[in-house]
């Protein structure tokens, strides 16, 4: 899912967070989950509700953010799993935006996939999904700022994901 190519301040605020989850989203955990929450209700905005100003859009973003954040700090295991939740629809639908632009109706069957996947893999695996679903939604963020051909996404993807899990591996 490419976030916001017509509105360059959702660009810059998606980059920033993105490589802020991508190298300090474990020990940052409450920005991950809310940089999560924005990206998430940002991509289903946009994709969904035809609003007149990019800024209704950024302050939807920002209200989800906010919340995942405080959800994030007052209950951290529910939070690992919503945030698993989000990151494994957030990831599950980028994907298939790359390879599949129109999704169609097969978009919310993507989202619910992906969210099933991604609550199971963070109740199992607490700490390493922290690691590895922050980093993945990091180099998520970051790459889907950029227009680029699906193949070289997948690649910056994998790149910017191995940097991101051997950063906030070592910095333990």
Do not use: C
């Not at 995942?68 to 599950?92: C, D, E, P, R």
């Not at 069957?109 to 690691?131: D, K, Y």
């Amino acid at each position: 899912m490419t976030i916001g190519l017509a509105f360059p301040v959702l660009k810059i605020i998606t980059l920033i967070a993105g490589v802020a989850v991508l190298v300090a989203g474990r020990r940052l955990f409450w920005l991950t989950v809310g940089a999560i929450g924005f990206a998430v209700s940002v991509g289903l905005v946009l994709n969904n509700v035809d609003l007149p100003s990019v800024w209704l859009v950024v302050i939807v973003g920002l209200i989800a953010g906010v919340a995942g954040a405080v959800l994030a700090m007052l209950l951290q295991k529910v939070a690992v799993i919503v945030a698993g939740v989000l990151a494994g629809a957030y990831l599950l639908t980028w994907l298939a935006h790359g390879f599949f632009p129109d999704l169609g109706a097969w978009q919310v069957a993507t989202l619910l996939a992906g969210a099933i996947i991604g609550g199971i893999l963070a109740s199992v695996l607490l700490e390493t999904a922290l690691v590895v679903l922050s980093a993945v939604v990091g180099a998520a963020m970051i790459v889907g700022v950029f227009e680029l051909q699906p193949i070289i996404s997948l690649a910056l993807f994998l790149v910017l994901l191995a940097i991101g899990v051997l950063v906030q591996s070592r910095s333990a």
